[in-house]
């Protein structure tokens, strides 16, 4: 049986490793008038992450069109980012 392949149309722009990145990811970029499309990783039957190669602990593709990549990318650096800032305690 061939592997399936991603349509042409979409590409990947981030890939997450829980539940929770999947949702906040596609929400930041669905907020800032985007279309991103959500492909699962999960072993079917299993409901735990794959396990293979360069897709292992992933949970999620969130995957958008070639014309909405360049910004699609600039807003998930700039979430994460932003998160990275909060997550850091400041010194004393």
């Known amino acids: 049986?061939?592997?399936l392949?991603?349509?042409?149309d979409v590409v990947v722009v981030y890939r997450a490793?829980?539940?929770?990145a999947t949702i906040a990811v596609r929400d930041v970029l669905e907020a800032n008038g985007l279309r991103p499309m959500v492909r699962s990783r999960r072993v079917p039957g299993y409901n735990v992450p794959t396990l293979i190669g360069d897709q292992a602990g992933i949970v999620a593709e969130i995957l958008v069109r070639p014309a909405?990549?360049?910004a699609a990318r600039a807003l998930i650096?700039?979430?994460l980012g932003g998160l990275g800032d909060a997550a850091?305690?400041?010194d004393s």
């Open 77 to 79: 650096s700039d979430f």
């Open 1 to 3: 049986m061939p592997l």
């Open 88 to 90: 850091t305690p400041e």
């Open 17 to 20: 490793t829980s539940d929770f």
């Open 68 to 70: 909405e990549e360049a």
């Open 5 to 8: 392949q991603p349509p042409g």
